[in-house]
């Protein structure tokens, strides 16, 4: 009867291992299908930049980029931690501040600075 029981519990430690096994390559395979679909995206988005031109092109690209990272960023704290949900949101925070600082390089004088100042004040920079 020993034996039994000891079969048993080493047969479901071996599927309990096989199973995490499995787990750990579906997470990794979504990451990677994660990261694909945002680099597909983001070269759908840069070629709908290319017709534009001057600030339109900047704020365009930026906004492209600034999507691609948060997507990543996001595709890797699916895949971790806290940590990992730290990092994304401070890369989705610093690329949305990249365009709104763009945004902001369209105007001029008074109006320049104070939407500098608010994306300042708005993106904790």
């Given at each position: 009867?020993k034996?039994?029981?000891?079969?048993?519990?080493?047969?479901?430690?071996?599927?309990?291992?096989?199973?995490?096994?499995?787990?750990?390559?579906?997470?990794?395979?979504?990451?990677k299908?994660?990261?694909?679909?945002?680099?597909?995206?983001?070269?759908?988005?840069?070629?709908?930049?290319?017709?534009?031109?001057?600030?339109?092109?900047d704020?365009?690209?930026?906004?492209?980029?600034?999507?691609?990272?948060?997507?990543?960023?996001?595709?890797?704290?699916?895949?971790?931690?806290?940590?990992?949900?730290?990092?994304?949101?401070?890369?989705?925070?610093?690329?949305?501040?990249?365009?709104?600082?763009?945004?902001?390089?369209?105007?001029?004088?008074?109006?320049?600075?104070?939407?500098?100042?608010?994306?300042?004040?708005?993106?904790?920079?």
């Amino acid at each position: 009867m020993k034996k039994f029981i000891a079969t048993c519990i080493l047969t479901c430690a071996a599927v309990g291992a096989h199973s995490l096994a499995n787990a750990a390559d579906a997470v990794k395979s979504q990451y990677k299908a994660d990261v694909a679909a945002a680099d597909a995206d983001y070269k759908t988005a840069k070629a709908k930049c290319k017709p534009l031109k001057g600030n339109e092109q900047d704020v365009c690209t930026k906004e492209a980029k600034a999507t691609h990272e948060t997507a990543i960023a996001d595709a890797k704290a699916k895949r971790k931690t806290k940590d990992a949900n730290k990092d994304a949101a401070k890369t989705t925070n610093d690329a949305d501040y990249s365009v709104a600082k763009e945004k902001c390089d369209a105007l001029k004088g008074a109006e320049q600075d104070k939407c500098t100042t608010a994306a300042k004040a708005k993106y904790g920079k």
